[in-house]
Protein backbone atom coordinates (compact mmCIF):
# COMPACT_ATOMS: atom_id res chain seq x y z
CA UNK A 1 0.00 0.00 0.00
CA UNK A 2 2.68 2.72 0.63
CA UNK A 3 4.71 1.76 -2.22
CA UNK A 4 1.68 2.22 -4.50
CA UNK A 5 0.51 5.28 -2.81
CA UNK A 6 4.23 6.97 -3.26
CA UNK A 7 4.41 5.63 -6.90
CA UNK A 8 1.15 7.46 -7.04
CA UNK A 9 2.93 10.84 -5.71
CA UNK A 10 5.35 10.27 -8.13
CA UNK A 11 3.05 10.10 -11.09
CA UNK A 12 0.83 12.50 -10.05
CA UNK A 13 3.93 15.19 -9.92
CA UNK A 14 5.28 14.42 -13.32
CA UNK A 15 1.72 14.87 -15.23
CA UNK A 16 0.76 18.35 -12.80
CA UNK A 17 4.12 19.68 -14.44
CA UNK A 18 3.54 18.53 -17.78
CA UNK A 19 0.25 20.36 -18.33
CA UNK A 20 2.04 23.59 -16.86
CA UNK A 21 4.77 22.77 -19.31
CA UNK A 22 2.11 22.01 -22.04
CA UNK A 23 0.57 25.26 -21.01
CA UNK A 24 3.62 26.91 -21.76
CA UNK A 25 5.09 25.68 -24.63
CA UNK A 26 1.55 26.24 -26.55
CA UNK A 27 1.10 30.00 -25.52
CA UNK A 28 4.49 30.76 -26.54
CA UNK A 29 4.08 28.76 -29.50
CA UNK A 30 1.00 30.84 -30.58
CA UNK A 31 1.19 34.35 -29.19
CA UNK A 32 5.42 34.17 -28.90
CA UNK A 33 7.66 35.64 -26.11
CA UNK A 34 8.45 32.31 -24.31
CA UNK A 35 10.26 33.81 -21.43
CA UNK A 36 7.24 35.56 -20.39
CA UNK A 37 4.55 33.04 -21.17
CA UNK A 38 6.68 30.45 -19.40
CA UNK A 39 6.97 32.81 -16.17
CA UNK A 40 3.51 33.60 -16.37
CA UNK A 41 1.86 30.00 -16.94
CA UNK A 42 4.47 28.89 -13.65
CA UNK A 43 3.65 31.79 -11.80
CA UNK A 44 -0.13 31.28 -11.57
CA UNK A 45 0.20 27.35 -11.71
CA UNK A 46 2.24 27.92 -8.69
CA UNK A 47 0.03 29.87 -6.37
CA UNK A 48 -2.78 27.80 -8.10
CA UNK A 49 -1.58 24.84 -5.93
CA UNK A 50 -0.99 27.14 -2.79
CA UNK A 51 -4.83 27.45 -3.29
CA UNK A 52 -5.64 24.13 -3.88
CA UNK A 53 -3.46 22.81 -0.73
CA UNK A 54 -5.07 25.20 1.64
CA UNK A 55 -8.37 24.46 0.15
CA UNK A 56 -7.93 21.22 1.32
CA UNK A 57 -8.46 21.24 4.49
CA UNK A 58 -12.26 21.25 4.17
CA UNK A 59 -11.88 18.16 3.09
CA UNK A 60 -12.85 15.88 6.32
CA UNK A 61 -14.91 13.45 5.04
CA UNK A 62 -14.65 11.04 1.94
CA UNK A 63 -10.69 11.76 1.71
CA UNK A 64 -10.11 8.46 -0.21
CA UNK A 65 -13.18 9.04 -3.00
CA UNK A 66 -12.62 12.92 -3.58
CA UNK A 67 -9.06 11.93 -4.29
CA UNK A 68 -10.70 9.68 -6.71
CA UNK A 69 -12.54 12.27 -8.26
CA UNK A 70 -9.76 14.96 -8.12
CA UNK A 71 -7.99 12.48 -10.58
CA UNK A 72 -10.72 11.96 -12.88
CA UNK A 73 -10.95 15.88 -13.08
CA UNK A 74 -7.50 16.74 -13.57
CA UNK A 75 -7.42 13.63 -15.92
CA UNK A 76 -9.93 15.45 -18.04
CA UNK A 77 -8.89 18.93 -17.61
CA UNK A 78 -5.04 18.80 -18.27
CA UNK A 79 -5.66 15.63 -20.98
CA UNK A 80 -7.60 17.80 -23.00
CA UNK A 81 -5.92 20.98 -22.41
CA UNK A 82 -4.00 21.33 -25.60
CA UNK A 83 -6.18 20.45 -27.96
CA UNK A 84 -8.85 22.96 -26.67
CA UNK A 85 -6.81 25.76 -26.30
CA UNK A 86 -5.95 25.32 -29.98
CA UNK A 87 -9.63 25.30 -30.95
CA UNK A 88 -9.91 28.50 -28.76
CA UNK A 89 -6.83 30.24 -30.62
CA UNK A 90 -8.22 29.35 -33.79
CA UNK A 91 -11.86 29.87 -33.28
CA UNK A 92 -12.14 32.79 -30.29
CA UNK A 93 -8.55 34.34 -30.56
CA UNK A 94 -9.46 37.22 -27.86
CA UNK A 95 -10.36 34.98 -25.39
CA UNK A 96 -7.35 33.08 -25.76
CA UNK A 97 -5.34 34.07 -22.56
CA UNK A 98 -8.26 34.07 -20.61
CA UNK A 99 -8.66 30.82 -21.37
CA UNK A 100 -4.77 30.05 -21.18
CA UNK A 101 -4.99 31.06 -17.62
CA UNK A 102 -8.17 29.50 -16.63
CA UNK A 103 -7.17 26.13 -17.62
CA UNK A 104 -3.72 26.68 -15.79
CA UNK A 105 -5.24 27.79 -12.51
CA UNK A 106 -8.38 25.28 -12.58
CA UNK A 107 -5.47 22.18 -13.44
CA UNK A 108 -3.49 23.87 -10.81
CA UNK A 109 -5.63 24.19 -7.87
CA UNK A 110 -6.48 20.51 -8.34
CA UNK A 111 -3.12 19.12 -8.27
CA UNK A 112 -2.50 21.45 -5.16
CA UNK A 113 -4.92 19.50 -3.70
CA UNK A 114 -3.64 16.10 -4.63
CA UNK A 115 -0.78 15.72 -2.08
CA UNK A 116 -2.31 16.86 0.76
CA UNK A 117 -5.07 14.67 0.42
CA UNK A 118 -2.20 11.57 -0.68
CA UNK A 119 -0.56 12.17 2.69
CA UNK A 120 -3.76 11.94 4.94
CA UNK A 121 -3.97 8.66 3.23
CA UNK A 122 -0.60 7.68 3.34
CA UNK A 123 0.03 8.85 7.50
CA UNK A 124 -2.10 5.65 8.64
CA UNK A 125 0.90 3.81 7.77
CA UNK A 126 4.38 6.27 7.84
CA UNK A 127 5.29 7.92 10.77
CA UNK A 128 4.18 12.31 10.17
CA UNK A 129 8.54 12.86 10.42
CA UNK A 130 9.29 9.90 7.47
CA UNK A 131 5.71 10.69 5.41
CA UNK A 132 6.63 14.45 4.23
CA UNK A 133 10.28 13.19 3.50
CA UNK A 134 9.08 10.98 1.37
CA UNK A 135 6.54 12.57 -0.34
CA UNK A 136 8.27 15.62 -1.09
CA UNK A 137 11.05 13.33 -2.45
CA UNK A 138 8.62 11.37 -5.06
CA UNK A 139 7.15 14.56 -5.86
CA UNK A 140 10.15 16.50 -6.71
CA UNK A 141 11.46 13.17 -8.81
CA UNK A 142 8.17 13.34 -10.92
CA UNK A 143 8.82 16.82 -11.83
CA UNK A 144 12.53 16.15 -12.78
CA UNK A 145 11.45 13.37 -14.67
CA UNK A 146 9.24 14.82 -16.63
CA UNK A 147 11.63 18.48 -17.16
CA UNK A 148 13.64 15.97 -18.98
CA UNK A 149 11.52 13.93 -20.73
CA UNK A 150 9.46 17.02 -22.22
CA UNK A 151 12.04 19.34 -24.48
CA UNK A 152 14.01 15.83 -25.35
CA UNK A 153 11.49 13.35 -25.83
CA UNK A 154 7.84 13.84 -25.44
CA UNK A 155 7.09 17.43 -27.58
CA UNK A 156 9.31 16.53 -30.49
CA UNK A 157 8.03 13.09 -30.51
CA UNK A 158 4.87 12.97 -29.42
CA UNK A 159 3.48 16.78 -29.74
CA UNK A 160 1.91 18.99 -27.23
CA UNK A 161 -1.82 17.58 -27.86
CA UNK A 162 -0.76 13.54 -27.48
CA UNK A 163 1.11 14.48 -24.27
CA UNK A 164 -1.02 16.11 -22.74
CA UNK A 165 -3.51 13.18 -23.10
CA UNK A 166 -0.95 10.55 -22.06
CA UNK A 167 -0.49 12.38 -18.63
CA UNK A 168 -4.43 12.40 -18.75
CA UNK A 169 -4.21 8.18 -19.05
CA UNK A 170 -2.00 8.26 -16.49
CA UNK A 171 -3.52 10.31 -13.80
CA UNK A 172 -6.86 8.15 -14.82
CA UNK A 173 -4.83 5.28 -14.33
CA UNK A 174 -3.76 6.42 -10.31
CA UNK A 175 -7.46 6.73 -9.78
CA UNK A 176 -8.62 3.59 -10.86
CA UNK A 177 -5.50 1.98 -8.78
CA UNK A 178 -6.57 3.92 -5.89
CA UNK A 179 -10.10 2.71 -6.66
CA UNK A 180 -8.45 -1.33 -6.34
CA UNK A 181 -6.14 -0.55 -3.20
CA UNK A 182 -9.44 1.10 -1.40
CA UNK A 183 -12.02 -1.12 -2.12
CA UNK A 184 -12.80 -1.63 1.25
CA UNK A 185 -13.05 1.44 2.53
CA UNK A 186 -15.35 2.64 -0.96
CA UNK A 187 -19.18 2.05 -0.15
CA UNK A 188 -20.29 3.00 -4.16
CA UNK A 189 -17.57 1.34 -6.15
CA UNK A 190 -19.99 0.21 -9.00
CA UNK A 191 -20.53 4.11 -9.68
CA UNK A 192 -16.82 5.12 -8.92
CA UNK A 193 -15.51 2.43 -11.49
CA UNK A 194 -18.23 3.55 -14.20
CA UNK A 195 -16.51 7.74 -13.39
CA UNK A 196 -13.04 5.73 -13.94
CA UNK A 197 -14.08 3.95 -16.75
CA UNK A 198 -15.81 6.87 -19.08
CA UNK A 199 -12.48 9.35 -18.27
CA UNK A 200 -10.26 6.39 -19.42
CA UNK A 201 -12.02 5.58 -22.42
CA UNK A 202 -12.55 9.52 -23.32
CA UNK A 203 -8.74 9.72 -23.03
CA UNK A 204 -7.52 6.52 -24.67
CA UNK A 205 -10.15 7.11 -27.87
CA UNK A 206 -8.13 11.03 -28.10
CA UNK A 207 -4.39 9.59 -27.80
CA UNK A 208 -6.14 7.18 -30.35
CA UNK A 209 -7.38 9.83 -32.61
CA UNK A 210 -4.81 12.27 -31.38
CA UNK A 211 -3.53 13.21 -34.65
CA UNK A 212 -6.64 13.79 -36.12
CA UNK A 213 -7.73 15.62 -33.67
CA UNK A 214 -4.44 17.84 -33.68
CA UNK A 215 -4.85 18.45 -37.83
CA UNK A 216 -8.25 19.56 -36.84
CA UNK A 217 -6.95 21.99 -34.64
CA UNK A 218 -4.36 23.22 -36.12
CA UNK A 219 -6.29 23.23 -39.20
CA UNK A 220 -8.32 25.93 -37.90
CA UNK A 221 -5.54 28.38 -37.47
CA UNK A 222 -4.21 28.17 -41.65
CA UNK A 223 -6.48 29.56 -44.33
CA UNK A 224 -4.66 27.13 -46.92
CA UNK A 225 -4.58 22.98 -46.08
CA UNK A 226 -1.70 21.66 -43.98
CA UNK A 227 0.21 19.27 -45.92
CA UNK A 228 2.96 18.86 -43.45
CA UNK A 229 3.24 19.28 -39.54
CA UNK A 230 5.91 18.01 -36.92
CA UNK A 231 7.42 19.28 -33.91
CA UNK A 232 10.87 19.57 -33.19
CA UNK A 233 12.81 20.43 -30.05
CA UNK A 234 13.25 23.81 -31.14
CA UNK A 235 9.85 24.99 -32.49
CA UNK A 236 6.34 23.49 -34.11
CA UNK A 237 6.99 23.44 -38.32
CA UNK A 238 3.74 23.55 -40.60
CA UNK A 239 3.50 23.42 -44.17
CA UNK A 240 0.91 24.64 -46.24
CA UNK A 241 -0.58 24.31 -49.28
CA UNK A 242 -3.19 26.46 -51.55
CA UNK A 243 -3.06 25.64 -55.23
CA UNK A 244 0.54 26.34 -56.10
CA UNK A 245 1.57 28.44 -52.79
CA UNK A 246 3.69 26.36 -50.68
CA UNK A 247 4.06 28.09 -47.24
CA UNK A 248 6.36 27.28 -44.23
CA UNK A 249 5.18 28.36 -40.56
CA UNK A 250 7.62 28.20 -37.87
CA UNK A 251 5.62 28.15 -34.23
CA UNK A 252 2.60 29.70 -36.58
CA UNK A 253 4.86 32.48 -37.52
CA UNK A 254 5.02 32.74 -41.82
CA UNK A 255 8.36 32.27 -43.46
CA UNK A 256 7.73 32.71 -46.49
CA UNK A 257 5.67 31.82 -49.36
CA UNK A 258 6.58 29.86 -52.17
CA UNK A 259 4.51 32.74 -54.71
CA UNK A 260 7.00 35.76 -53.34
CA UNK A 261 9.90 34.40 -51.79
CA UNK A 262 12.42 35.05 -54.60
CA UNK A 263 11.35 38.73 -53.61
CA UNK A 264 12.81 38.34 -50.45
CA UNK A 265 15.14 35.69 -51.30
CA UNK A 266 16.43 38.40 -54.30
CA UNK A 267 16.54 41.28 -52.40
CA UNK A 268 18.43 39.74 -49.45
CA UNK A 269 21.17 38.06 -51.24
CA UNK A 270 22.03 39.94 -54.59
CA UNK A 271 22.47 43.50 -53.77
CA UNK A 272 25.47 42.88 -50.94
CA UNK A 273 26.99 39.74 -52.98
CA UNK A 274 26.64 41.49 -56.50
CA UNK A 275 29.71 44.34 -54.80
CA UNK A 276 31.81 41.43 -54.31
CA UNK A 277 32.91 39.85 -57.36
CA UNK A 278 35.79 37.81 -55.55
CA UNK A 279 33.53 36.35 -53.01
CA UNK A 280 34.84 32.43 -52.55
CA UNK A 281 33.35 31.54 -48.85
CA UNK A 282 29.94 32.32 -47.67
CA UNK A 283 28.66 31.49 -44.57
CA UNK A 284 24.83 31.33 -44.13
CA UNK A 285 23.20 31.46 -40.52
CA UNK A 286 19.52 30.78 -40.37
CA UNK A 287 18.06 29.68 -43.65
CA UNK A 288 17.23 26.09 -43.49
CA UNK A 289 15.48 26.24 -46.37
CA UNK A 290 18.05 26.61 -48.27
CA UNK A 291 16.34 29.38 -50.52
CA UNK A 292 19.04 32.05 -49.51
CA UNK A 293 21.80 28.99 -50.07
CA UNK A 294 19.87 28.64 -53.76
CA UNK A 295 20.61 32.24 -54.64
CA UNK A 296 24.05 32.39 -53.14
CA UNK A 297 24.89 29.03 -55.24
CA UNK A 298 24.30 30.90 -58.76
CA UNK A 299 27.36 32.44 -58.76
CA UNK A 300 30.67 30.23 -60.18
CA UNK A 301 33.11 32.33 -58.42
CA UNK A 302 31.93 31.15 -54.84
CA UNK A 303 34.12 27.72 -53.56
CA UNK A 304 31.88 26.81 -50.43
CA UNK A 305 29.16 27.88 -48.49
CA UNK A 306 28.46 26.95 -44.76
CA UNK A 307 24.88 26.76 -43.74
CA UNK A 308 24.69 26.84 -39.73
CA UNK A 309 20.39 25.94 -38.64
CA UNK A 310 19.47 25.25 -35.34
CA UNK A 311 17.02 22.76 -36.35
CA UNK A 312 17.95 19.51 -38.08
CA UNK A 313 14.20 18.84 -38.86
CA UNK A 314 14.10 22.04 -41.13
CA UNK A 315 17.51 20.67 -43.31
CA UNK A 316 15.95 17.29 -43.73
CA UNK A 317 12.85 18.18 -44.63
CA UNK A 318 13.95 20.80 -47.24
CA UNK A 319 16.85 18.05 -48.00
CA UNK A 320 14.19 15.21 -48.65
CA UNK A 321 10.89 16.91 -49.60
CA UNK A 322 10.05 16.73 -53.83
CA UNK A 323 8.11 19.55 -53.48
CA UNK A 324 10.32 21.76 -51.62
CA UNK A 325 13.75 20.69 -53.11
CA UNK A 326 12.48 21.83 -56.36
CA UNK A 327 11.47 25.03 -54.71
CA UNK A 328 15.17 25.29 -53.16
CA UNK A 329 16.62 24.08 -56.64
CA UNK A 330 18.76 21.40 -54.30
CA UNK A 331 20.78 23.77 -52.67
CA UNK A 332 21.36 21.70 -49.92
CA UNK A 333 22.63 18.67 -51.57
CA UNK A 334 25.11 21.00 -53.43
CA UNK A 335 29.06 19.83 -52.89
CA UNK A 336 29.37 23.60 -52.06
CA UNK A 337 27.15 23.71 -48.93
CA UNK A 338 27.93 22.02 -45.28
CA UNK A 339 25.52 22.06 -43.06
CA UNK A 340 25.77 22.41 -39.56
CA UNK A 341 23.10 21.70 -37.57
CA UNK A 342 23.95 23.77 -34.13
CA UNK A 343 22.83 27.14 -32.19
CA UNK A 344 24.53 30.15 -34.92
CA UNK A 345 26.20 31.98 -31.44
CA UNK A 346 27.75 29.08 -30.25
CA UNK A 347 29.03 28.08 -33.89
CA UNK A 348 30.78 31.46 -33.94
CA UNK A 349 32.18 31.36 -30.50
CA UNK A 350 34.13 27.96 -31.77
CA UNK A 351 34.56 29.11 -35.25
CA UNK A 352 37.76 30.84 -36.62
CA UNK A 353 37.04 30.83 -39.94
CA UNK A 354 36.89 34.24 -42.00
CA UNK A 355 34.02 34.51 -44.58
CA UNK A 356 33.63 36.77 -47.73
CA UNK A 357 29.73 37.65 -47.33
CA UNK A 358 27.60 36.02 -44.33
CA UNK A 359 23.81 36.13 -45.24
CA UNK A 360 22.12 36.31 -41.40
CA UNK A 361 18.69 35.20 -42.04
CA UNK A 362 16.74 34.33 -38.77
CA UNK A 363 13.23 33.94 -37.91
CA UNK A 364 12.12 37.86 -36.20
CA UNK A 365 13.14 38.51 -32.53
CA UNK A 366 9.84 37.13 -31.06
CA UNK A 367 11.07 35.93 -28.02
CA UNK A 368 14.43 35.57 -26.24
CA UNK A 369 15.90 32.62 -27.27
CA UNK A 370 16.00 34.75 -30.75
CA UNK A 371 16.25 38.04 -29.72
CA UNK A 372 19.83 36.62 -28.53
CA UNK A 373 20.42 36.77 -32.61
CA UNK A 374 19.76 40.34 -32.87
CA UNK A 375 22.45 41.63 -29.61
CA UNK A 376 25.79 44.01 -30.01
CA UNK A 377 27.45 40.41 -28.76
CA UNK A 378 26.70 38.24 -31.06
CA UNK A 379 27.21 41.01 -34.10
CA UNK A 380 30.64 41.75 -32.47
CA UNK A 381 30.99 38.15 -32.64
CA UNK A 382 29.85 38.10 -36.13
CA UNK A 383 32.71 40.76 -37.59
CA UNK A 384 35.10 38.54 -36.11
CA UNK A 385 34.52 35.86 -38.87
CA UNK A 386 33.77 38.60 -41.82
CA UNK A 387 36.53 38.74 -44.24
CA UNK A 388 38.56 42.88 -44.46
CA UNK A 389 36.12 43.73 -47.47
CA UNK A 390 33.38 41.28 -46.27
CA UNK A 391 30.25 42.41 -46.40
CA UNK A 392 26.85 40.33 -43.78
CA UNK A 393 23.14 41.34 -44.80
CA UNK A 394 20.94 40.55 -41.98
CA UNK A 395 17.01 40.34 -42.26
CA UNK A 396 15.88 42.73 -39.80
CA UNK A 397 11.68 42.85 -39.73
CA UNK A 398 9.52 45.36 -41.37
CA UNK A 399 10.15 48.95 -41.32
CA UNK A 400 6.85 50.18 -41.59
CA UNK A 401 5.33 47.55 -39.22
CA UNK A 402 7.67 47.23 -36.85
CA UNK A 403 9.49 50.91 -37.27
CA UNK A 404 11.33 50.68 -33.97
CA UNK A 405 12.91 47.26 -34.21
CA UNK A 406 14.56 47.84 -37.55
CA UNK A 407 16.27 51.25 -36.30
CA UNK A 408 17.01 48.86 -33.26
CA UNK A 409 18.63 46.68 -34.82
CA UNK A 410 20.82 49.04 -37.23
CA UNK A 411 21.44 50.88 -33.99
CA UNK A 412 22.61 47.57 -32.95
CA UNK A 413 25.02 46.81 -35.57
CA UNK A 414 26.53 50.14 -35.59
CA UNK A 415 27.42 50.37 -31.71
CA UNK A 416 29.21 46.74 -32.50
CA UNK A 417 31.79 48.74 -34.71
CA UNK A 418 30.27 47.98 -38.05
CA UNK A 419 28.79 50.30 -40.94
CA UNK A 420 25.33 49.64 -41.76
CA UNK A 421 23.41 50.34 -44.88
CA UNK A 422 19.41 49.64 -44.08
CA UNK A 423 17.36 49.05 -47.40
CA UNK A 424 13.86 47.54 -47.70
CA UNK A 425 11.80 45.71 -50.05
CA UNK A 426 7.89 44.67 -51.06
CA UNK A 427 7.42 41.06 -50.35
CA UNK A 428 3.32 41.15 -50.49
CA UNK A 429 3.35 38.33 -47.96
CA UNK A 430 4.83 40.33 -45.65
CA UNK A 431 4.36 43.70 -46.86
CA UNK A 432 7.50 45.98 -47.23
CA UNK A 433 10.35 44.00 -45.92
CA UNK A 434 13.63 45.49 -44.35
CA UNK A 435 17.37 44.39 -44.62
CA UNK A 436 20.53 45.64 -43.54
CA UNK A 437 23.71 45.34 -45.09
CA UNK A 438 26.71 45.41 -42.77
CA UNK A 439 30.35 45.83 -43.33
CA UNK A 440 33.63 48.10 -42.70
CA UNK A 441 33.28 50.22 -45.52
CA UNK A 442 29.97 52.42 -46.37
CA UNK A 443 28.01 50.82 -49.28
CA UNK A 444 27.46 51.75 -52.59
CA UNK A 445 24.26 49.94 -54.49
CA UNK A 446 25.37 47.95 -57.71
CA UNK A 447 25.03 49.99 -61.12
CA UNK A 448 24.41 46.52 -62.66
CA UNK A 449 23.76 42.90 -62.56
CA UNK A 450 25.58 40.37 -63.69
CA UNK A 451 22.85 37.91 -63.34
CA UNK A 452 19.32 38.44 -64.45
CA UNK A 453 17.21 38.24 -61.80
CA UNK A 454 12.63 37.73 -61.57
CA UNK A 455 12.85 40.97 -59.48
CA UNK A 456 15.89 42.98 -58.94
CA UNK A 457 17.10 45.42 -61.78
CA UNK A 458 19.23 48.21 -60.73
CA UNK A 459 16.74 50.79 -60.54
CA UNK A 460 14.27 48.64 -58.38
CA UNK A 461 17.87 48.45 -56.46
CA UNK A 462 18.41 52.01 -55.98
CA UNK A 463 14.82 52.99 -54.72
CA UNK A 464 15.04 50.47 -52.22
CA UNK A 465 17.89 52.41 -50.62
CA UNK A 466 15.81 55.49 -49.79
CA UNK A 467 13.46 54.94 -46.77
CA UNK A 468 10.01 57.70 -47.19
CA UNK A 469 9.14 59.43 -44.04
CA UNK A 470 6.69 56.60 -42.62
CA UNK A 471 9.66 54.21 -42.46
CA UNK A 472 12.75 56.67 -41.84
CA UNK A 473 15.01 56.36 -38.90
CA UNK A 474 13.59 56.81 -35.01
CA UNK A 475 15.79 56.79 -31.79
CA UNK A 476 15.99 53.23 -30.35
CA UNK A 477 17.97 51.74 -27.75
CA UNK A 478 21.30 48.77 -28.43
CA UNK A 479 20.05 45.57 -28.32
CA UNK A 480 22.32 44.39 -25.09
CA UNK A 481 22.31 40.29 -24.33
CA UNK A 482 21.27 41.40 -20.80
CA UNK A 483 17.80 43.57 -21.17
CA UNK A 484 16.86 42.54 -25.05
CA UNK A 485 15.20 45.84 -25.98
CA UNK A 486 14.61 44.52 -29.50
CA UNK A 487 11.50 41.95 -27.81
CA UNK A 488 9.99 44.23 -26.31
CA UNK A 489 9.93 46.67 -28.77
CA UNK A 490 9.18 43.87 -31.41
CA UNK A 491 5.89 42.55 -29.10
CA UNK A 492 4.82 46.10 -29.07
CA UNK A 493 4.75 46.89 -32.18
CA UNK A 494 3.30 43.78 -33.59
CA UNK A 495 0.43 43.34 -30.93
CA UNK A 496 -0.30 46.89 -32.60
CA UNK A 497 -0.37 45.50 -35.89
CA UNK A 498 -2.31 42.61 -35.84
CA UNK A 499 -4.70 43.83 -33.05
Known sequence: MTHALLASVFIIASCGLAYELIAAALSSYLIGDSVTQFSTVIGVYLFA???????????TKGVVLRFIQIELMVALLGGFSALALFLVFAWLEGPFRFSLYAIVLLVGMLVGLEIPLVMRMLRQYIPFRDLVAQVLTFDYLGALAVSL???????????????GLMFGVLNALVAVWAVWLFRNDIVDKTW???????????????????????????????????VYASSSPYQR???TRWRDDV????????????RDEYRYHEAMVHPALQSLPRAQKVLILGGGDGLAAREVLRYPG??????????????????????????????????????????????????????DFIVVDFPDPSNYSLGKLYTSVFYRLLARHLAPEGLAVI??????????????????????????????????????????????????????YELEHRFLTPEVTRAMFLFPKDMDRVPAEVNRLNNQILVRYFEREWRRVIH
Request: hydrophobic residues 50%.
Open 149 to 163: AFPLLLAPQLGLVRS
Open 395 to 448: QSTSPLYARQSFWCVVTTLENAGLVATPYHALVPSFGAWGFIIAGRRPFTPPAA
Open 247 to 258: RLYLNHNLQFSS
Open 237 to 239: IVL
Open 192 to 226: LKAQCAVVLVALVAGFAYAEKLTKFAEQQLYAENI
Open 49 to 59: MGVGSFLSRYI
Open 302 to 355: VESIVLVDLDPEVTRLFSTSPVLRALNRDALKSSRVKIFNVDALQWLEKSADLF
